[in-house]
């Protein structure tokens, strides 16, 4: 495939090369080609028969005659002459015809004339005459002539070289261009081999073929960086599933082993460590649907108010168990919001959790939706311990753990779904320090604004 | 106290296990192992619920779903599914289903459901606005007052919609995904047990000076609320 596709490349180039130095053959050749040649046939036509006339009647001295007639007329390159079959001349002006013997016809070629040195170009007519013998006249090209005659065999060869200089910058071409695109090739091959390391090597020039080479080099980047990702997360998941499946096991076997009455408290404990593990799957596989962003076409005007203060109510008892002090701030009013109700309540429910679960400590816990310029905030503040700069970005990962003794199920996992489902709207997680405590905030921008990037907005 | 129902699903296993447990109960469960099968038996309107798997052969159950719609059959269904996803539940309930179970499911949990959606399909007549009696409670739907025993009981809203979706289901379990799809409207899975604190605080105030108690918690499953334990 590759090398047709380099074939055509040099067969394009070629004809292209060859066709334009045509166009400027043909151009000489249109302006510099007249009807002289023709017109010279016709006159040589005409004398020959005439002078065939002259020899029927008068001989070789009529004929000598009338070549010496048309000499002294001036025109020196007018002649005539009666030569052998073999070439050699008789009588007449004309010594030789360089082409060979005579044949009957016009023709043009050089030939050799008395009085003359050097070769004549010339038109000429053979006629046949008794015993054996040719009657050859003709006229030699004007000045005019020959340097048409020498144009058009220059351009011949011009056609020739063209052809050749044509099939030579093909084979450049064909090679510059295969050279490119066979590195970008290889580096494909390697690829689809399963070496995401190479990349695509620049040249530097600008040139189409390196903007191509960026591109490529630019989608190869983000594949590994979503491959490294993949295998983190493949990684994280199998190691931290080990613990759960562990439990559940310990859980079964201790069923398996226990005596009638204690089997179904038992069973019940290995049906919760199921659940829980369940748990951790349905959020691994909701993470992954808010970053694959399918979820956009449920999306559907909400108020922002609203969600937070049924957050608020839903938590309310809980934290009111942990002896926290759960406020909604929603004034002053935000915007309405064009969002997915039901992921936005799990992030903001999963910051909750967080929220009850590590900043219960500092006695309050704030859920809030603030408009800010040109965007939303949607968050939970709590009065706990806070989680320093230098770990924030280990508590977002999914499955990063902050303390390695937690034990709850799936902990860690719930910043990372507040963080798709933050992208899932444009939007981005925000973590900052509440002095004491954490402000985890969904920072989304504002319905107005996104409308207006698809011109909805009329200008006031 | 048998009922009708379609079980459409495509998984021998799951079905055999289904079908052994719906009888179990008393039900008369036809089971067809494809789309086009099911949307042939269930377009004569005749059975009391469907149990439509969503990835079937030959017809998914979206559409089986979509075609019933479309021809009026109004029959409740119950969709099951392995796509467990937020995004993928709400695209089942929008696409016409009554409910939708996502796969690994707990049998208690499916029955919960099954016996709610043939309940509500037999109380369609009995109006919204008709006081509802469950043992000693008395709750008014319009006024939106409960008494139990005569004494008035203060709730908050969502304690009153609580209570209220626990007594139209009278005598039967409801689990907390029930309650948190049908109370609050959320379908995902909190995880937390908020959930159980909300019914535990609405147990306070309607057993606190009874000796009776009323809500009972099924371990493993859910909620009760009825007179016997």
Redesign the interface.
């Known amino acids: 495939m590759r090398a047709s596709i380099t074939l055509r490349v040099a067969l394009l180039a070629a004809t292209l090369a060859f066709a334009a130095s045509l166009a400027v053959i043909g151009f000489i050749f249109w302006r510099t080609h007249g009807d002289d040649a023709e017109a010279l046939r016709r006159q040589v036509v005409e004398q020959a028969a005439a002078l065939a006339d002259v020899y029927a009647t008068g001989g070789a001295a009529a004929l000598d005659d009338a070549v010496d007639d048309s000499d002294s007329n001036g025109d020196s390159l007018y002649f005539a002459g009666i030569l052998r079959a073999d070439g050699r001349p008789v009588s007449g002006n004309l010594l030789a015809v360089e082409a060979g013997p005579p044949r009957a016809g016009y023709r043009t070629g050089e030939v050799r004339l008395r009085g003359r040195d050097g070769a004549v170009e010339a038109g000429f007519v053979a006629h046949r005459a008794p015993h054996g013998l040719w009657l050859v006249s003709g006229h030699g090209f004007g000045e005019r002539l020959s340097f048409q005659a020498t144009v058009e065999r220059s351009l011949l060869i011009a056609v020739a070289l063209s052809i050749l200089l044509g099939l030579l910058c093909g084979l450049l071409v064909a090679r510059y261009v295969g050279r490119r695109v066979d590195a970008i090739a290889v580096v494909a091959d390697r690829i689809a081999g399963g070496d995401l390391s190479h990349r695509v090597a620049v040249s530097g020039s600008g040139d189409a073929f390196d903007a191509l080479g960026l591109q490529i080099n630019a989608m190869l980047d983000r594949i590994a960086l979503l491959m490294g990702e993949l295998r983190m997360l493949t990684d994280c998941l199998a190691h931290d599933l080990r613990s759960p499946v562990g439990r559940l096991r310990a859980r079964a076997e201790a069923a398996a082993r226990a005596s009638e009455e204690e089997r179904d408290g038992l069973l019940?404990g290995v049906?919760q460590e199921a659940d829980a593990l369940?748990?951790i799957?349905?959020t691994v596989?909701?993470i992954g649907?808010s970053e694959a962003m399918?979820?956009r076409s449920?999306f559907a005007s909400l108020s922002p108010a609203e969600l937070v203060e049924?957050l608020a109510?839903?938590?309310e008892?809980?934290a009111e168990?942990l002896g926290v002090r759960l406020t909604a701030e929603t004034s002053p009013p935000p915007p309405p919001l064009d969002g997915?109700r039901?992921?936005l309540?799990?992030a903001l429910?999963n910051l909750l959790?967080n929220a009850?679960a590590y900043g219960a400590g500092g006695g309050e816990v704030l859920v809030f939706a603030r408009p800010e310029q040109g965007a939303l905030r949607l968050g939970v503040e709590d009065r706990g311990q806070g989680i320093p700069p230098e770990e924030q970005a280990e508590a977002r990962r999914r499955f990063g753990r902050l303390d390695s003794s937690r034990s709850t199920?799936?902990a860690g996992l719930g910043l990372a779904l507040a963080e798709a489902v933050a992208h899932l709207h444009r939007g981005e997680l925000v973590l900052e320090d509440n002095g004491p405590g954490l402000r985890a905030s969904l920072v989304l921008p504002a319905l107005t604004e996104r409308k207006a990037w698809g011109g909805g907005v009329r200008p006031g | 106290m048998g009922r009708h129902i379609l079980l459409v699903e495509d998984d021998r296993d799951t079905a055999a296990y289904l079908q052994r447990g719906l009888a179990e109960e008393g039900h008369v469960v036809e089971h067809v192992q494809d789309g086009r099968d099911g949307l042939f038996r269930a377009s004569d309107g005749s059975f009391d619920l469907i149990v439509l798997d969503r990835m079937l052969p030959g017809l998914d159950g979206l559409g089986v779903l979509r075609a019933l719609r479309a021809a009026g059959i109004s029959t409740p269904v119950l969709i099951l599914s392995a796509l467990?996803?937020?995004?993928?539940r709400?695209?089942g309930l929008d696409g016409g289903s009554d409910d939708y179970l996502?796969k690994?499911f707990?049998f208690g949990e499916l029955l919960a459901r099954v016996n709610a959606l043939l309940r509500r399909r037999e109380q369609r007549a009995p109006a919204e606005g008709l006081r509802i009696l469950v043992a000693d409670i008395e709750i008014d739907p319009l006024a939106r007052t409960v008494r139990r025993g005569g004494r008035r009981i203060e709730l908050k809203p969502?304690e009153y919609r609580l209570l209220e979706f626990l007594a139209r289901n009278e005598g039967r379990v409801v689990t907390r995904t029930m309650l948190l799809e049908q109370v609050?409207d959320?379908?995902?899975?909190?995880?937390?047990?908020?959930i159980d604190?909300?019914v535990s605080?609405l147990r306070r105030k309607l057993e606190e000076g009874f000796d009776q108690p009323v809500l009972h918690t099924v371990?493993?499953a859910g909620y009760r609320l009825g007179a016997t334990g």
Request: proline letters at 5%; aromatic letters at 8%; hydrophobic letters at 35%.
């Open positions: 019940a049906l369940m748990r799957l349905a596989l909701e649907r399918t979820a449920q049924e109510e839903m938590y008892p809980t168990e997915h039901q992921l309540a799990q429910s959790d009850l199920s799936g | 467990a996803s937020v995004s993928d709400i695209e996502v690994p707990s969502r609050w959320y379908h995902f899975d909190p995880g937390t047990n908020v604190v909300h605080r371990r493993g």
